[in-house]
């Protein structure tokens, strides 16, 4: 299973963007995906996680009402859409997959197998 971020780069505050995560090899997209970030200095946190059918999402309250995840199953292609970033939003974002399928998706990383390289967001003020 592969999978490879594209989209990131720099954006002044209060832009967009719009990342993809694209999937490839022997995997499922009915399993659970979901977006972390990692900041310099801080942990890992998982920011949105969409359910293996992409009806059910949740986020951390810090991107709550910003950012929306969703997936084409068609193109086994995972997105987040970035709205009114902030520079606190800038980081490493990647995407990642579970080997399992559920309503309601962790956003613990220990909890998913497959990672993508990452692809860095910068937000200017």
């Known amino acids: 299973v592969r999978m490879a971020e594209v989209g990131g780069g720099s954006v002044q505050s209060g832009g967009s963007l719009r990342l993809s995560c694209v999937v490839s090899?022997?995997?499922?997209?009915?399993?659970?995906m979901a977006w972390f970030r990692q900041a310099p200095g801080k942990e890992r946190e998982g920011i949105a996680t969409i359910s293996g059918s992409g009806v059910d999402t949740a986020y951390v309250d810090s991107v709550k009402g910003r950012f929306t995840i969703n997936r084409d199953t068609a193109k086994n292609t995972l997105y987040p859409q970035m709205d009114s970033l902030k520079p606190e939003d800038t980081a490493m974002y990647s995407c990642?997959?579970?080997?399992?399928?559920?309503?309601?998706?962790?956003?613990?990383?220990?909890?998913?197998?497959?990672w993508g390289q990452g692809t860095q967001v910068t937000v200017s003020s």
């Open positions: 990642a997959a579970a080997d399992f399928t559920s309503a309601y998706c962790p956003r613990d990383s220990s909890r998913y197998t497959y």
């Open positions: 090899g022997d995997t499922s997209m009915s399993w659970c």
